[in-house]
């Protein structure tokens, strides 16, 4: 009798007739099994599968030999990592091969190719990309701005503009040129005819306070006091801004007392370092940036007067397109002739204006314009300066 093969859970076990025959008569007694509905056994070999776990007892296996299957067609090669599941083929039986598909193997550590390394692939170069990061010892400093226009410039790679022209305006308190920087002394505001003062020079003046409206209070008063004091720190003239401790007779200037340390308070009140408290303070002012429409309050009839008694000066006044160099007088027997009901014509009075030429429809030329006295009445003198040609001079007794 041929030999039945059972699979139950992927394990093969080989029956012989006789452990068969036996197992039939347990199955009569018991009847635990139904019949089977095949009448005749068949006269091949066949393979039958099943899932379920066989019920039947196992005694023994005969020990059964190998049986030498018929020379067949060589096989495929495949590689060593992806082989084919092959199915040995018994004697008179369908022979069945089964290809697996390779399954691609993730790569963690090194390049690995999953061909073998005796073939090359046709048409492809691999090149290994390394990257070095090499990091300077010690502590690096980027290069300053000036270092930076001075490569810019030697490489020739830029056009840098004229510059610009530098600013002489004094501050008539601390003594230093131009605006200050936006902590510290700030911007410069016009106190008088070429008179200029720093914001907060003259806002931490002991005599100067602030409006709502922003208008700087007593500066002028401020300034007639500093110049009789001296500086504690630069022992300059020039100093307003005092310890606020009773009988110190400290002061300073607003730039030297940053310097010296000493320490501004909120209320706009400062104490010298020999008075300060130790440590920090929380109503201690550490930042002196002011954003606010701030200006010196001034008087402009006395502003005007002024520059009437000043005399002759080297400044320079100019409204619009006028350019005054003497506003003029006038004595008390001259002021019923020298006005009417819109102006006054002051003897003395100088005045030039850049406006086009009367011979050039494209050139410009300067006419300078004066008020004189000729017989008790004013005249009005136009002077007409233009290069390549003698002045012409122009006279009458009203403006126009």
């Excluded at 296996?61 to 030498?68: A, D, I, R, T, Y």
């Excluded at 030697?154 to 004229?162: A, M, Q, R």
């Excluded at 230093?176 to 911007?187: I, M, N, Y």
């Amino acid at each position: 009798m041929k030999d039945i093969v059972f699979c139950s859970n992927n394990c093969f076990v080989l029956y012989s007739a006789a452990v068969q025959a036996k197992n039939s008569e347990n199955k009569e007694s018991v009847q635990s099994l139904p019949q089977s509905p095949m009448k005749e056994r068949p006269t091949k070999a066949f393979h039958q599968y099943s899932n379920n776990i066989s019920t039947l007892d196992v005694h023994c296996l005969p020990q059964l030999q190998e049986k030498v299957s018929p020379p067949s067609s060589p096989p495929i090669m495949f590689p060593p990592a992806f082989e084919a599941a092959k199915v040995e083929a018994k004697p008179d039986e369908l022979k069945v091969t089964v290809k697996l598909k390779p399954r691609l193997k993730a790569i963690h550590s090194s390049l690995e190719d999953c061909r073998p390394p005796s073939k090359k692939w046709k048409g492809m170069k691999w090149k290994k990309w390394s990257i070095q990061i090499v990091i300077p010892k010690g502590s690096f400093k980027p290069p300053c701005e000036e270092e930076i226009d001075e490569f810019l410039k030697k490489l020739g790679t830029t056009l840098k503009p004229d510059p610009v022209p530098k600013d002489y305006r004094k501050c008539c308190f601390c003594h230093e040129e131009g605006d200050g920087l936006t902590d510290g002394p700030a911007r410069l505001l016009n106190l008088d005819l070429d008179l200029w003062v720093h914001l907060n020079c003259a806002l931490w003046s002991t005599e100067v306070y602030e409006t709502q409206a922003g208008a700087l209070i007593n500066v002028e008063l401020a300034l007639r006091r500093g110049l009789q004091m001296k500086c504690m720190f630069c022992h300059k003239m020039g100093a307003t801004s005092g310890c606020h401790r009773l009988r110190c007779t400290n002061i300073y200037h607003f730039t030297c007392a940053i310097k010296a340390q000493c320490m501004f308070f909120k209320d706009k009140t400062m104490l010298c370092p020999m008075h300060k408290p130790k440590g920090t303070h929380e109503q201690e002012l550490s930042y002196f940036a002011v954003f606010r429409r701030v200006y010196v309050q001034r008087d402009e009839v006395r502003q005007i007067a002024s520059i009437v008694q000043r005399g002759e000066r080297d400044h320079t006044f100019r409204v619009g397109s006028l350019i005054f160099h003497a506003v003029g007088q006038l004595l008390p027997q001259q002021m019923q002739a020298f006005h009417s009901s819109k102006a006054l014509f002051p003897v003395g009075y100088e005045a030039s204006r850049l406006y086009w030429s009367m011979r050039y429809a494209n050139r410009r030329c300067r006419y300078l314009c004066s008020i004189e006295e000729k017989d008790g009445l004013p005249l009005f003198v136009i002077k007409v300066v233009e290069q390549g040609h003698e002045d012409l001079v122009l006279t009458d007794t009203t403006p126009k």
